[in-house]
């Protein structure tokens, strides 16, 4: 069974710094691309950051670039997400997420959608 | 960025009838189209990608059309379950998600 499980989160005063990370079990974890997307209070979901599966390539939305950072240990299974410089509209809900693909019969590749998703870690920027 | 429009907001129905929910993209994201499906205090869980193909242990009465720029939701009998906030989400050119479709109980 996939499992993806969120810690880390927590009250941080404004320009503070939180990891997260996000153990993930049930599969071959070093395969997939991973993500986190996050979800302020009342409001829609919102894509953050993605990691190859080597570790090799990161992406991260605007609103983020330059303060966030993500990573992964292939070797503990293991998403990461470093969040410096916080401010008060980084409070959301964080969830990791993997990247979902296929294989046609022609042997395409097709991929980009969430499959699995964690539970969530709130992280609440406030003084 | 392609932006993700879902209408309408809230989606009033009675148990047993038929839901349509819309995704409109701002440009052609070809079938790189997700919906997925969120209940309070819960993470979202897919249940179409490839803008037809329902996820596993999905149940047959969700179904996803359309290409391009227009893409529909059908759950053809809604069950006690499947009132929740659905969001759709393009992947074709990075990640965008719509603001949201409420189905709530008429």
């Known amino acids: 069974e996939v499992q993806l499980v969120e810690s880390g989160g927590g009250l941080v005063q404004p320009g503070g710094s939180l990891r997260l990370s996000c153990a993930a079990s049930g599969f071959t974890f070093s395969s997939y691309w991973m993500h986190w997307v996050r979800q302020a209070p009342g409001k829609g979901l919102v894509w953050v950051s993605r990691?190859?599966?080597?570790?090799?390539?990161?992406s991260y939305a605007d609103s983020v670039k330059g303060r966030f950072t993500i990573s992964r240990d292939n070797a503990k299974n293991t998403l990461y997400l470093q969040m410096n410089s916080l401010r008060a509209e980084d409070t959301a809900v964080y969830y990791c997420?993997?990247?979902?693909?296929?294989?046609?019969?022609?042997?395409?590749?097709?991929?980009?959608?969430?499959?699995?998703w964690g539970q969530g870690t709130l992280v609440t920027v406030s003084s | 960025e392609i932006v993700m429009t879902q209408s309408p907001a809230t989606l009033s129905v009675s148990p047993g009838e038929r839901a349509t929910l819309s995704c409109r993209a701002s440009?052609?994201?070809?079938?790189?189209l997700a919906w997925y499906q969120q209940k309070p205090g819960q993470a979202p869980r897919l249940l179409i990608y490839g803008a037809s193909t329902r996820a596993t242990g999905i149940p047959a009465r969700f179904s996803g059309s359309g290409s391009g720029t227009e893409f529909t939701l059908t759950i053809s009998s809604l069950q006690s379950e499947d009132f929740a906030v659905y969001y759709c989400q393009q992947y074709n050119n990075w990640w965008t998600f719509g603001q949201g479709t409420k189905v709530e109980i008429k």
């Open positions: 440009q052609s994201v070809s079938s790189n």
């Open positions: 997420a993997r990247e979902g693909y296929y294989y046609d019969s022609s042997g395409y590749y097709y991929g980009g959608y969430f499959d699995y």
């Open positions: 990691i190859n599966s080597d570790g090799s390539s990161t």
